[in-house]
């Protein structure tokens, strides 16, 4: 699989999950959730290429994909990610305030992303 691929399975997923915690239904939003952590394993095998292509998502159309992205490779690049999740915080809702947590611990020094 490509790697623009491997960046859309994450993008599609991290919607799906969205879309579906919206619905209620958490079952649906785990599975999705499951596909999108994998996609990124997968881009995280191709070092600074599938990184590449996950940052590419900072554009996407849709905040929960952009913060989701920005999440994931804050640890990496947060040069390019902290503006991403600066601009979501500035919201109010559930992204906004997923974006607003992971920057309160990047500046805190307690990041950490939990893939296990």
Do not use: C
């Not at 994450?10 to 999108?36: C, M, P």
């Not at 905040?63 to 902290?82: F, G, N, T, W």
């Not at 979501?88 to 296990?116: C, H, V």
Request: charged share 30%; no cysteine; net charge neutral.
């Amino acid at each position: 699989m490509k790697l623009q691929e491997l960046a859309e399975e994450f993008a599609l997923n991290v919607a799906a999950q969205t879309d579906a915690i919206w619905k209620g239904d958490a079952r649906t939003g785990n599975k999705h959730a499951k596909r999108y952590i994998a996609a990124f394993k997968r881009l995280s095998e191709h070092r600074d290429a599938g990184m590449d292509a996950l940052a590419e998502l900072f554009t996407h159309p849709r905040m929960d994909v952009r913060v989701k992205a920005a999440i994931y490779l804050l640890s990496a690049r947060p040069e390019q990610a902290r503006p991403v999740l600066e601009e979501a915080a500035k919201s109010e809702g559930m992204i906004p305030f997923e974006a607003s947590q992971a920057l309160k611990y990047w500046n805190e020094g307690t990041w950490r992303l939990d893939l296990d």
